[in-house]
């Protein structure tokens, strides 16, 4: 992997990741833009003790541009885009509209390939394992961040999802709080800690997914599972089977077997809905350890976290969604339409030939 960084005309950064080590990228951004201004703001709620960005700046941004006037493309002749070179394999570039900015942490776009057509499920193994480094490096970049305490890297596929540029691409989110998600796992593995004398609560919920109905694909190193409460309709959790905090940890037999492994739950879950829905809308998101202190949670140290992915669809059934109603938005209980144990046999019928 090679890596290439560069500034755009209002003075965010852009970095390029190549296959090839001799690949040059000297384009200039030629577009007349004004240095971005933002207005994000993190305000504490102070009943539920969580954390709300205010971004008010983010009404103007870009929404459902036509093919041709795609942001997230290179750039042709006078159709001048975010990525001033005219080619490119993967690239990271600071957020023009930032729900996070400056003290409040920061927000980075990262775009997995130049075809415009293409899905994270169409990357070649190789372009997979690029794009993996790439959320690597920016993992290990942003972390020493003073402002960041916690790197998110995820997609979002799919209109359904609320993606407004249909070019394959994901974020990361550099925050400067532990999120809240992230701190329920926490106090869950601090009082399981105590209350077994020791035992990891990752291990623990590994191990009796393995010794399951639910594993959807196993390989050497990775392990992919419906969980036993999942939320979500189809739902499934990517675990390495060695536990490491965050992508930094993985080693190269984990990092060299991920990309089969991933594809493979991609394509499936295109399958899930048959041929008339091919296109799953799907968001998945990297958990990884905070880089912050964790006095709060005692007894818990970051080696034990574990890092996994979270994949998951809002479809339910073909043309129909499960929508975050009463229950879920208000009381945050979430109630599930289909028993996991169901959704796992369906994942592992639809696997490729």
Not at 54 to 68: E, F, K, L, V
Not at 171 to 189: G, K
Not at 191 to 213: I, M, P, Q
Not at 335 to 344: G, K, L, M, V, Y
């Amino acid at each position: 992997m090679k890596k290439t960084s560069t500034r755009l005309a209002d003075g965010r950064e852009l970095i390029y990741y190549d296959l090839r080590d001799d690949t040059v990228r000297d384009a200039v951004d030629r577009r007349p833009l004004e240095r971005t201004v933002t207005t994000s703001e993190v305000r504490r709620d102070p009943l539920l003790g969580d954390s709300v960005a205010i971004a008010s700046h983010r009404q103007g941004r870009t929404y459902h541009p036509p093919a041709d006037e795609c942001p997230l493309c290179p750039s042709q002749g006078e159709r001048l885009s975010e990525i001033p070179d005219s080619s490119y394999d993967a690239v990271v570039f600071e957020n023009r509209f930032p729900s996070l900015a400056g003290d409040s942490g920061r927000c980075e776009v990262v775009c997995f390939t130049s075809d415009h057509n293409a899905s994270f499920a169409d990357l070649t193994e190789e372009q997979a394992r690029l794009v993996l480094d790439a959320w690597t490096d920016r993992t290990s970049e942003l972390s020493h961040l003073p402002s960041v305490e916690q790197v998110f890297c995820f997609e979002n596929r799919g209109a359904e999802i609320g993606v407004t540029l249909g070019h394959p691409h994901g974020q990361i989110y550099a925050y400067p709080f532990t999120t809240p998600r992230t701190a329920l796992m926490l106090r869950s593995l601090a009082a399981h800690k105590e209350a077994t004398g020791g035992e990891n609560l990752f291990d623990a919920v590994l191990e009796r997914e393995l010794a399951d109905e639910r594993v959807v694909l196993e390989t050497e190193h990775w392990v992919a599972f419906v969980p036993y409460a999942a939320h979500w309709p189809y739902e499934v959790h990517l675990y390495p089977k060695r536990r490491v905090p965050d992508l930094l940890g993985l080693d190269e037999d984990a990092r060299t077997e991920f990309p089969q492994v991933y594809l493979e739950l991609l394509r499936r879950f295109d399958r899930i809905f048959g041929e008339s829905e091919s296109s799953t809308p799907y968001i998945a998101a990297w958990h990884q350890a905070p880089f912050g202190q964790l006095e709060e949670f005692e007894g818990v140290h970051r080696d034990d976290f574990a890092l996994h992915l979270e994949l998951f669809t809002i479809r339910r059934t073909s043309g129909k969604l499960k929508f975050l109603a009463g229950s879920e938005s208000g009381m945050n209980v979430f109630i599930n339409d289909i028993r996991p144990e169901s959704a796992a046999q369906r994942l592992r019928e639809v696997a490729s030939s």
